[in-house]
């Protein structure tokens, strides 16, 4: 009997013990709000652009091919309301993040995020950007990854490209394809890697070579040796701060012909073999739309 009466004093003990440490709070989650989402998307058939924003001719010499993207980052994004506001007056929403490690301010590519075609590459609330009609988009871009068509001793190959086209890049190490190259270095706009058939090589494209399209030159340029791609939207995007759905941005990025060498052999194909230098990596055109 005294052993009932102690087991039922410990489970009386027991059920008080919990019932004190019942949460008391009633305070209802906070119900989350709609984001901005903003993704990549590659265009071989889109427009052919040049620094200005007008058709681009092939220099004399040259010529190109529109590779198959695989990865792509940028380093910084803004509305632009209209085509005089000047560089950073618009509605900043990315920036990403910069280091002088290597001596001099950089990008820092060992934290930027890498997409690929169509993935999500920034999300964030819409609460955060400010009322308002935005007619354009500007968009620094600092890292590409694509396949590109090869010919060496008479034989067609592929081989992967890693192109820097920020405009200074500190890189620890990246991964072309299957291959690592380590840097630990600031590097220019138009340093790249190429990896095929297990090797590696690397080189630098020409200062200024860069393709940066801007059709609002006249009005709102951008630094020499930044990669600041600017687009319009195809309708005017509207933030009234009443969204209560996401709102989807797609850059649509023009990948027509954007990989040019100087075609020394004249017969079209990359032939780095022949000394072919890379001259050229840059989007050539950027239009954006609302899902």
């Avoid at 007008?54 to 529109?66: E, F, I």
């Avoid at 997409?115 to 955060?128: C, M, N, Q, T, Y």
């Avoid at 950007?129 to 592929?158: K, M």
Wanted: glycine content about 10%; hydrophobic content about 40%.
């Amino acid at each position: 009997m005294k052993k009932w009466i102690a087991l039922c004093s410990a489970l009386m003990v027991l059920a008080a013990c919990q019932k004190d440490e019942e949460p008391t709070s009633t305070t209802t989650p906070a119900v989350k709000g709609p984001d901005l989402v903003v993704r990549f998307v590659f265009d071989p058939d889109q427009p052919r652009l040049d620094n200005f924003g007008n058709p681009a001719v092939m220099p004399d010499g040259h010529a190109a091919q529109s590779p198959d993207f695989n990865l792509v980052s940028a380093h910084y994004i803004e509305l632009i309301p209209d085509e005089m506001t000047w560089l950073g007056d618009g509605e900043v929403v990315y920036q990403g993040a910069e280091t002088d490690a290597g001596g001099d301010l950089a990008i820092d590519f060992d934290a930027a995020p890498l997409v690929a075609d169509g993935e999500e590459f920034l999300r964030i609330p819409l609460s955060e950007l400010a009322p308002g009609t935005y007619e354009f988009i500007r968009t620094s871009f600092s890292y590409q990854n694509f396949t590109v068509d090869y010919l060496a001793s008479g034989f067609a190959l592929t081989g992967t490209f890693a192109g820097f086209i920020g405009y200074n890049n500190y890189i620890g190490t990246y991964t072309i394809e299957n291959e690592s190259v380590e840097v630990n270095d600031d590097r220019l706009q138009g340093y790249w890697g190429f990896e095929t058939v297990g090797q590696v090589f690397t080189g630098q494209a020409p200062a200024g070579a860069t393709t940066v399209v801007n059709p609002l030159f006249d009005t709102s340029p951008i630094p020499e040796g930044s990669c600041l791609v600017t687009g319009a939207f195809t309708e005017p995007l509207e933030v009234t701060g009443q969204e209560t759905e996401d709102v989807v941005l797609t850059l649509s990025l023009s990948s027509n012909q954007s990989f040019e060498w100087v075609d020394i052999i004249e017969d079209g194909q990359w032939e780095p073999g022949a000394d072919e230098q890379v001259v050229d990596m840059g989007i050539r055109g950027m239009v954006a739309f609302r899902e």
